[in-house]
């Protein structure tokens, strides 16, 4: 099953969105990433690299796409940081997803 675009908008209008605005440096394998002049695009691009998906969001299938989002989360709790995006949104897409 291929993401929805409901999907696709939590991701990029929640999920980065919210790192962009709250997240300055990401600690990642030792190194301390500056993000704070990264674009949208940008952090999108930054996390395949560093979650080593090699996919585009719209050739993954929901299990992918929400493993990927996990690791980012992983990614910015390790950096010190957590995640505003609605927990219930959150829920209620993968939810959607699996159904």
Known sequence: MKITSSFQ???????????????????WEGLK????HMSIDELHSLFKIITYFDK???DMDSK??????EHIRAIVADSGHTLKVDEQEW???????KG
Do not use: C, P
């Open 91 to 97: 829920e209620r897409i993968l939810l959607q997803m």
């Open 9 to 27: 908008r939590f991701y990029f209008g929640a999920v980065l969105q919210d790192i962009r605005n709250s997240v300055n440096t990401l600690r």
């Open 64 to 69: 992918e796409v929400s493993e990927y989002i």
């Open 56 to 58: 585009s969001l719209k």
């Open 33 to 36: 990433l500056d993000i704070r």
